[in-house]
C-alpha cells in the first residue's frame, strides 16, 4: 500500500530529521509510530503527503511515486490520503459541516467550494460520517464551540469524507485526557478496520500503542531502531528507543494511560531527552 | 515547617539584595544620556520665538470662534453645507469600496507565507510607496494633476486605503495557524481552495474590523484634503473660515463630529457581529 525508500529529509536550518527511512505498509495495517520528541515522526508523515518535501529517498502510494508528483498530480495523490493532526488543526472559525466538507475540497471546483455548494453525495457522505462519529447533534456549530474529543472527532471526519486509501495520523490523542484518548483510539482502529484503511498512527504514548496497535514502529534520531509486534516491547527496546530508563516500572502502570513523564523518577543526569534531541 | 518560615522572614539576615536591572549599566553614561535630555529640552524651548503680542490678538478671535461654535449656524449655508456632507460620504464609500477591493489583492501578495519572494517584493513595494507620503501630499498632487474637486480626493483615499489595509491583512495573514493551513492542504484542495477555507476564515473578523475602521478615518480625511481643494466638506469648511462665518464652521464641525461618533458606534457593532 505505502512504501518509503531511503528518505531522507534535512531542514534549511541543518537539522537532519530523517536518515535514510524504509517502511513498508500492507493494505489494511495499522502500524505504530513511537519515539522521542525530536526523533523524525511528524516529518516522516509530513512528507508522505509532502506537507514537508523530503531531501531525497522515495514514497510510493500504490503504483504512484507520490515524489515525483507535481503540483497537479500532488493535489490529486493528497485527495487519497486522510490526515489527522495533533491540535485537530480544524478551521475554527468554520462551522462542523464546513471543516468536514473541506475534506472534499479536492474534488470540488473553486466556485462551487467558494459558495459551499457542495454536491448532494458529498453532503449525505458528510452526514453519515457524523453520524458515525456520534456529532450529528453539533452540525451548525462551529469548530471553536467543540472540546477537545469532539474536535478530533470532526478531524477525523474531515479524513474520512476524502474517501482516502490511507491515513496519516499525527499524535491523535496528545491534546486528550486518558479516556478520550482511549475512545478517539478505539474509534480510529474501528473505522480503519470497516474500510480496509491502511494508517501510520504517530504516538507517544506507548502504552496506548500497545493496547490498539498490533505493528509498532520505533523511530530514534531519524533512524528505525525498532519494527515489529507490539508484544515485543521489552524493556531493552524501549531503552534503544527512548534511552536508558527504568522501563520495567512504567510498563506494570499500564492501566494509567499515563507514561509519559509521570513514571519513575531518576537523577537527572539520565534524563534520555538529554541524550537525544 | 518551622525552618521554612525561618528561610523566608526578614530577621534571618539574607543580605541578598535586588533591583530590576538598568536599561543602560554603565552609571557615568545613564547620567551624560540624561543631562544630554535635560539640556537639549532646555535649548529646544529656548529656541521658540512667541509673540505674545500676537496671542494675545489671537484669543480675541479664538474668543469669537468658541462664540460662534455655542450659535451653530446650519441654515446661513445650509445647500453649501448639505453638497458638500454628500461628496464628502460619496469620496469615502467610494473610496473605501475601491481601496479595500485593491487592498486585498496586494494583502495576499505582501504575506511571506504565501507567495515567492518576487510577488512579495513587488506588493511590499507598492504598500511602501503608498504609505511613504501624507495625504496632504498626495492630494495636492491629485489636485495639480486632475484639478478641484472629489475625483482628487477619491484618489488619494484610495490610495492611503491601499497602504493602510493591505499592509495590516499582511501582517495578520503572516500570523495565522499554519497547521490550519496543512490542514486544508493535506486534503488536495488547491491554492484558491486553501486562502478560502483557511486563510479568509482565519482573517476575516480582522479585515472587516480595519475597513470599518478606515471608512471612518476615510470619512475625517475626506475633510481634512478638502481644504487643499480635493473636494467634499474640508472645501466648505475652509470657505467658511476664510470668510469668518465661525458660526457656520461650528455647524459643519459638529456634522462632522456626529458623523464620526455614528461611524465608529456602527462599526463597534459590526466587529462585534464578526467576531
New interface residues.
Given amino acids: 500500500m505505502l512504501r518509503i525508500e531511503q528518505l531522507h529529509k534535512r531542514y534549511k536550518t541543518g537539522d537532519t530529521a530523517l536518515r535514510g527511512v524504509s517502511l513498508t505498509v500492507a493494505p489494511g495495517e495499522i502500524i505504530g509510530l513511537i519515539g522521542p520528541s525530536g526523533a523524525g515522526k511528524s516529518t516522516l508523515i509530513r512528507c508522505v503527503n509532502r506537507l514537508v518535501e523530503p531531501t531525497s529517498g522515495r514514497i510510493f502510494l500504490g503504483d504512484t511515486e507520490v515524489t515525483r508528483l507535481t503540483s497537479n498530480s500532488l493535489r490529486h495523490a493528497r485527495r487519497r490520503i486522510g490526515m489527522i493532526f495533533q491540535e485537530y488543526s480544524l478551521v475554527e472559525r468554520l462551522t462542523v459541516m464546513e471543516n468536514v466538507l473541506s475534506g472534499r475540497l479536492g474534488y470540488t471546483g473553486f466556485w462551487a467550494s467558494w459558495f459551499r455548494r457542495f454536491p448532494q453525495t458529498d453532503i449525505k457522505l458528510a452526514f453519515a460520517l457524523l453520524e458515525r462519529v456520534g456529532l450529528i447533534e453539533q452540525v451548525d456549530k462551529r469548530a471553536d464551540a467543540l472540546s477537545g474529543g469532539q474536535r478530533q472527532r470532526v478531524g477525523i471526519a474531515r479524513a474520512l469524507v476524502q474517501e482516502p486509501e490511507f491515513l496519516l495520523i499525527d499524535e491523535p490523542t496528545a491534546s486528550l485526557d486518558p479516556k478520550t484518548s482511549r475512545q478517539v483510539m478505539r474509534l480510529l482502529t474501528e473505522l480503519c478496520s470497516e474500510r480496509r484503511l491502511a494508517a501510520i498512527v504517530n504516538i507517544h504514548d506507548v502504552a496506548l500503542a500497545q493496547m490498539f496497535l498490533p505493528r509498532i514502529v520505533g523511530l530514534r534520531a531519524g533512524e528505525i531502531v525498532y519494527d515489529g509486534p507490539s508484544e515485543n516491547l521489552s524493556p531493552e527496546v524501549l531503552t534503544t528507543i527512548y534511552g536508558d530508563e527504568d522501563w520495567t516500572q512504567s510498563a506494570a502502570r499500564d492501566d494509567n494511560d499515563d507514561l509519559d513523564g509521570h513514571g519513575t523518577h531518576r537523577p537527572p543526569d539520565l534524563e534520555p531527552a538529554a541524550q537525544y534531541p | 515547617m518551622t525552618t521554612a518560615t525561618q528561610n523566608i522572614s526578614p530577621t534571618n539576615g539574607d543580605a541578598r539584595r535586588w533591583a530590576p536591572p538598568r536599561l543602560i549599566e554603565t552609571n557615568w553614561v545613564r547620567w551624560a544620556v540624561a543631562l544630554g535630555v535635560a539640556g537639549y529640552l532646555i535649548l529646544a524651548f529656548a529656541s521658540i520665538n512667541v509673540n505674545w503680542a500676537r496671542v494675545f490678538e489671537g484669543m480675541a478671535r479664538a474668543g469669537r470662534l468658541f462664540e460662534g461654535f455655542l450659535t451653530p449656524n446650519f441654515t446661513a449655508r445650509w445647500s453649501d453645507i448639505q453638497q458638500g456632507m454628500i461628496e464628502s460620504l460619496t469620496m469615502t464609500v467610494t473610496a473605501t469600496v475601491a481601496g479595500v477591493a485593491l487592498a486585498i489583492p496586494f494583502g495576499l501578495g505582501a504575506a511571506r507565507n504565501l507567495t515567492p519572494w518576487w510577488i512579495y517584493g513587488i506588493c511590499r513595494g507598492v504598500i511602501a510607496v503608498s504609505r511613504a507620503l501624507h495625504e496632504l501630499i498626495v492630494a495636492i498632487f491629485f489636485v495639480v494633476m486632475f484639478g478641484f474637486g472629489p475625483f482628487a480626493g477619491f484618489l488619494t483615499l484610495c490610495i492611503s486605503t491601499i497602504g493602510f489595509l493591505s499592509k495590516l491583512l499582511a501582517d495578520d495573514i503572516e500570523e495565522i ?1 499554519p ?2 493551513v ?9 491554492f ?2 486553501v486562502i ?3 486563510v479568509a ?2 482573517v ?2 480582522r479585515l472587516v474590523g480595519l475597513t470599518t475602521y478606515k471608512v471612518d478615518i476615510n470619512f475625517r480625511e475626506s475633510s481634512v484634503i478638502g481644504i487643499v481643494g480635493a473636494g467634499g466638506i474640508g472645501a466648505t469648511l475652509n470657505t467658511a473660515l476664510d470668510r469668518y462665518e465661525f458660526d457656520t464652521a461650528a455647524a459643519i464641525l459638529l456634522i462632522i463630529i456626529v458623523i464620526v461618533m455614528a461611524c465608529e458606534y456602527t462599526s463597534g457593532a459590526i466587529r462585534k457581529r464578526f467576531a
Fill in positions: 495557524d497547521a490550519q496543512d490542514a486544508i492542504r493535506a486534503t488536495g484542495a488547491g484558491w481552495q478560502d477555507f483557511a476564515s482565519q476575516l473578523p
